[in-house]
């Protein structure tokens, strides 16, 4: 069974202090890894897919690495409007074409970067 | 483009009640997704399909009915409601598998 666990649960941070939230999986082969934000009251909206260890992806303050057991999401010098939830999703491979599509998602980091 | 459209935004449903959550995608995408998260919860699965006429369960399907008429629409249908059934509902669709989901604003489902 697919498993992915977030840490922390929840993140304070003062305005430009720079850190790092995690995304740990299993899964029996890996197809994708996701990266989405959520507003409160908001539906998710998608950050970055990653498809291999070692690949890196970046927008703005943020930059996603991937190993074979986990995920970054690094926020670099963070500001109060980067505050969400922040949730990992993985897409195992195998099952044919129609499970391919399924992701299993994390229960989220709630970040809070204080002015 | 609109994107992915849900109605309502929010019901309240008592118990045994049915209804039907709607969700309209104007990207002309074949995969179609209905997703539930509960507070504090990460999003589960309900129902997905991978085109028109052709639909399968995800990781909680009890409660719950698809169908998938058009490329457009995905309706969620839901017969004699719970109160185990309250929850936010999200529907989404991708262009294939492989490729990132695009969510709807959700619907704030309450049963009482």
């Known amino acids: 069974e697919d498993q992915v666990t977030q840490s922390p649960e929840a993140l304070r941070l003062q305005e430009g202090e720079s850190s790092s939230l995690n995304c740990s999986y299993t899964v029996s082969g890996l197809r994708g890894l996701f990266w989405y934000r959520q507003d409160p009251g908001k539906g998710p909206e998608f950050l970055f897919t990653l498809y291999s260890a070692g690949e890196e992806k970046e927008k703005e303050r943020l930059k996603a690495t991937l190993t074979k057991k986990e995920s970054f999401l690094h926020i670099t010098a963070p500001k109060p409007e980067d505050s969400a939830t922040y949730l990992c999703?993985?897409?195992?491979?195998?099952?044919?074409?129609?499970?391919?599509?399924?992701?299993?998602f994390g229960e989220g980091t709630q970040l809070t970067v204080n002015p | 483009n609109a994107g992915v459209t849900q109605t309502p935004k929010f019901r309240i449903l008592k118990i045994g009640q049915s209804m039907t959550l709607q969700c309209a995608q104007d990207?002309?995408?074949?995969?179609m997704y209905w997703y539930r998260q509960d507070p504090g919860m990460g999003l589960k699965l309900i129902y997905y399909s991978v085109g028109a006429g052709i639909t399968d369960k995800g990781e909680v399907p009890n409660g719950y009915n698809v169908s998938r008429s058009t490329t457009e629409d995905f309706p969620l249908r839901l017969e004699l409601a719970a109160p185990s059934q309250t929850s936010v509902y999200f529907c989404?669709?991708?262009?294939?598998?492989?490729?990132?989901?695009?969510f709807g604003q959700g619907t704030r489902l309450t049963v009482v």
């Open positions: 999703a993985v897409q195992a491979t195998g099952g044919g074409e129609t499970s391919g599509s399924r992701l299993t």
């Open positions: 990207m002309n995408h074949n995969y």
């Open positions: 989404a669709s991708s262009y294939s598998q492989n490729t990132e989901a695009f």
